[in-house]
């Protein structure tokens, strides 16, 4: 065997050293995209009418839909409020789709169950929120 020379050891640990960082950083770094991939920030009910639901873009096809969200007054006899709401829906999520497209035309009020992501990925969706359930009123 051979005798390594101190700059040939030092070259080997330095190598190692530089292997274990760049591991680390990257298990780090996939960590914190799991993070804001599936972390969900918020999640709730959102009550009102579906205006729209659209398939939008070019290469990264996703799902996204306004709701308008009826507030009314304090005073009696004013009118209400229109305020809209934009959202997503993931493309697994077939049957919440048809459920939007279906209470989009008849104009019926629903009430949506929606997660709040911390970031938006363009190919996920436009918004942080992303319908899960749509519930018809009776």
Same mark, same amino acid.
């Given at each position: $065997? +051979?005798? =390594?020379?101190? !700059? =040939? &050891?030092?070259?080997?640990?330095?190598?190692?050293?530089? &292997?274990?960082?760049?591991? #680390?950083?990257?298990?780090? !770094?996939?960590?914190? #995209?799991? #993070?804001?991939?599936? /972390?969900?920030?918020?999640? /709730?009910?959102?009550?009102?009418?579906?205006? &729209?639901? *659209?398939?939008?873009?070019?290469?990264?096809? *996703?799902?996204? /839909?306004?709701?308008?969200?009826?507030?009314? !007054?304090?005073? @009696? !006899?004013?009118?209400?409020?229109?305020? *809209?709401?934009?959202?997503?829906? +993931?493309?697994? %999520?077939? +049957?919440?789709? @048809?459920?939007?497209?279906?209470?989009?035309?008849?104009? %019926?009020?629903?009430?949506?169950? #929606?997660?709040? &992501?911390? $970031?938006?990925?363009?190919?996920?969706?436009?918004?942080?929120?992303?319908? *899960? +359930?749509?519930?018809?009123?009776?």
């Amino acid at each position: $065997m +051979e005798n =390594q020379s101190f !700059g =040939q &050891r030092l070259k080997q640990s330095t190598y190692k050293i530089v &292997r274990r960082l760049l591991i #680390f950083s990257l298990l780090i !770094g996939l960590a914190i #995209f799991s #993070f804001f991939y599936f /972390g969900t920030y918020e999640s /709730g009910v959102l009550a009102g009418k579906v205006l &729209r639901i *659209t398939e939008k873009g070019v290469i990264f096809k *996703t799902h996204e /839909g306004k709701i308008n969200l009826e507030s009314f !007054g304090a005073l @009696k !006899g004013t009118n209400p409020i229109a305020e *809209t709401f934009d959202f997503s829906v +993931e493309n697994s %999520e077939v +049957e919440v789709i @048809k459920q939007l497209q279906e209470v989009a035309l008849t104009g %019926e009020r629903v009430n949506l169950k #929606f997660e709040k &992501r911390y $970031m938006a990925f363009f190919w996920r969706g436009d918004t942080k929120y992303f319908v *899960t +359930e749509v519930e018809r009123q009776k």
